[in-house]
Structure formats: structure tokens, C-alpha cells
């Protein structure tokens, strides 16, 4: 793993809402972001499947990390969810693929998916794009530990 | 409260991502619907604001307060948000209000705010409404008990 | 009519494509910006009603008057349109009004109605804004013709 | 062609608003639709690049044809637009792609793009399938001439 990639993970390490919600970093490289939620009784909504929130906060924490990756630092301007079908299932996946890159915006798709690879919901991203030097960024991800 | 304001909330009760997040029912009639969070540090991001994901959490159960309380029952079909300024607050506030409704679809704007009044994010959502009778809404929610 | 809205109104006279589709400026203040478009056989698609791109395009125009009076100047960043009923109608109306301004962001919801005030789309726009001074514009304006 | 594809082509020339517009189908088949104008002056907003509302129309017309190809027939639900930059060119081209069906839903990308190939706006559109059987909407649709 990269330095900055390190540096990235380490820096998601200290999001709050993502711990609380169960939600690891799989992978992230320059053609996606995954990450991932083992679904336990927390997550559920008052119908027994997972909670429209946690569909929505696992696929943003899916472009934060892709974004953050390919340019940062990214942040999230706007966000769109369509919720397809409920979501049964014991695992979530978001993956994050970034659709274009223009200026300082970014507009990633991401789709959250269940255990047998069925599609919950199909989420559209814009970021504004900072541009900060990879270096600067991880000095001051190492001096904020 | 009325007998439907009741098992409306009493259903709602049972959503345990919304319970893990903190959220709670302030308020829902006619008008509005209000939910409200106290926040803590298990809400924040790696910035140390309010994480987006939260943000979106708490803007969607306003809407599904709401929804289910005009028109039981009300399934989210999506959902967009627009994050206006970094989330630095105590305690967080979700207003939704009915833009429109017609046939099966519903449209409301749900505002989100922090302890001065500041808007945080303007969210807007689509739902379907089944169109279920409310005494038949209530009877199935009692039973579920 | 002051001398800045009689500078915005000849700016958009220029816009060919708003001509083309006959839409005209009928109100624009510090509450909305309304806009308005005889409908003729020109504005329908194959099932005989207004085309959903006439009913983005008088709506996204609502949202520019209004923006660029309120805060010249302010280009779109993005739209998003929910189509309700099928647009059978003699005159479209989109009205424009702003929900929320936050630093170079401005968000607006624009309704359009048809003859009997029956809601036909809810629009949502963001807002880039320039921040320019208004008799600079004005100055630019004038000069351009 | 197919007969289907025939009568498909035959139905949408019957869209006035694209008609005058000037935008052609160039192709529809199982992977993506596509539809271009020749870029004249009428097609332009008061700074001289071509209009939002007919950068948006080019897009909903390129999802109309794919969807109806795909699944006849469906109806635009709702659609979202991101302009990238702005759009001086002499032609533009929407390609539509689906990126999920689920039941009733059909969730389509919009691309659409300039003479470069430079990206002006990215789309994405929800639609409602209504299922009606391929050679029972031919039969409609010939009748109807």
C-alpha cells in the first residue's frame, strides 16, 4: 500500500458515523472504491430491512474514499439515491466509480449491493474538487493524528 | 394524540438505525414534521463535523414521519441532498414540509438545521404512497407489536 | 422598472433557444421570477402533450431570471425535474422561488402549472453565484448589444 | 431494422418539440441509444453557448428512445441534470445507457457531448416501465398514424 493510501485509511479510520455504522474500507484504486457493512439488528428500519440512512451512508462513504483517492480533497456538494428494491441481505457493498471529472467538479455512481450481487440502490454524486498537493495532504493527515 | 399519531409512533420506535443514530420524533401534524438529534461525538466525520451521512439519515426519517402521517403508507423512492456548510452544532434539527402530492407521488422538502437556525443541507423526496386505509394501518401495526 | 431588471430583461431577449420555444418574462422580483409560454402544436411530443424538455426548459429559464436578479450573476450547476401529470394545457406558467443561499450556492424550486393552476413539475435547482456588482453588469450588458 | 425499431422511429418523428429542436435519432439498439442536433443559432442562451433547456432536452429525448426500445413502454418519472462546462460546438450527441431495471424502475446515464467528444452534461433519469407487450404497441402506434 502507498503512503498516501495509508495515509487516506487512516484518515477515514477516525470518521465517527462510519465506525458507528459498521462500514470498513474493501479496496480503493484508481478504477473504484468498495467498502462494506456485515448488516446486524442497528441497521434495520421499522419494516426488518436495512434503513434507507445507512443505504444512503455507506454509498457516500464509498465516494468520499474514491474521491479523496483520485483527487484530494474532495467534498460532497450534493447526493442522489434511488432505492430499487428492499434490502434483505446480511452484507451490504457500495462501489464507487467516478463517471467524470470536470474543473473542480467530480460526479462519481455509485451502487450498493447485497449478498447475492442484487442491486438496492443506485446512487449519482458531485464533489468539488480542492486540489490539494498528495504531500501537503499527508503531512497534515500525519499531524492531525 | 390520536390513535394513528400513536401507532405511528410506537411504529417508528421499532427503527433501530434511527435509534442508533439518536433521532427522535419532535413533533408531526398537518403542516410539518420535526425530528431532532442531540449530537455527540459518534455523529462526526473525520472533520469533526457532522458527518454527511448522518445529515441524510436524519433529513429522510423527517420525510418518512411525515409520508406515513399524511399518507400511510409512504415508500421512499429517492432522495437527493444538497450540503450547503460544514455541520458544527449541538444538536440537529430536520423539518419536512409536503411540496406536492399526486396520485401515488409525493414531493417534500426536508431542511436541515443546527442549533442557531443555520441551514445545514436542503434535501427533497419522492415517495409512493400505497394508500392504505389508516384504521387497517393501525390494526397491522398493533399486531406487529 | 429599474434600470438593472430593464438591463436583465434585454439580456435574456437574447436568448434564442427561450424564443425558439416562446417562453417570455412575465414577473421578476425579490419573491419569485415567473415566466410564462403560449402552448402550440410546436411544444408537444408524439403522445400529444407538452414535451418534458419544454417543461425543463421553462423552468430551468425561471430559475435564470430569478438567479441572475437576485444574484448576478449565477449559472446552473444542476436541474432535477420530477414529472407529475401529463401536460395537457393551452398555457405554462414556472414559477421560480428561492429556498436557500449559502456562499456561492443558491437553491430554488420552480413549479409549473398549466391553466387551471394544476401542478404539472416540481423543479429543483443549484446555483453557481458570481457575485458580480450590479452596474458592472449592467455596464457589460449594455455594451454586449 | 426490425419492424419494432421501424415503428419506434416512426412514433417519435411525431415529437414536435424535438422536431423543432432539430434532433434525429442516429441509433437505438440493446446497448445504448443515440441522438444528435446540428448545433445553429437557435439552439443558443444569451452568452452565445447552447441553452441548458436544450441540453437537457437532447438528454430526455436519448432516454425516451432508449427506454422505449428496451421496455415499451416508459414514462420519464424524473430526470437530473450537471452541467460540466460550457457548450460551444458545432454538433451534440446524447448517449443514453442503462445502468439498472428493477421492477417497474428503468435508471438511465446521459452523456452528452461535443464535437471533441468534450463531456457538457451528465444525466441521469428514473422511468416508469409499463410493460406493454412489443407487437400490441406496434399495432397501437400504426393505427395512430
Redesign the interface.
Known sequence: MSEFTEALRS??K????????GIKIVDVNDEQAVVQAEIN??????NGC?????L???A??AF?VLGNYLHPST???????????PAFTKTLTATAVE??R??H?T?S?V?VRGDKGE?FC?C?F?GFVKDVDKNEWIKKINEGK
Do not use: P, W
Open positions: 484518515f477515514f477516525t470518521d465517527k458515523y462510519v465506525e458507528l455504522s439488528e442497528n441497521h434495520l428500519n421499522a436495512v434503513q434507507g440512512g445507512m444512503y451512508t455507506i457516500d462513504f468520499a467534498v460532497t456538494q450534493s447526493g442522489q439515491i434511488t432505492y430499487l428494491r463517471t467524470e470536470a474543473g467538479c460526479i455512481e451502487t442491486t443506485i449519482h458531485n
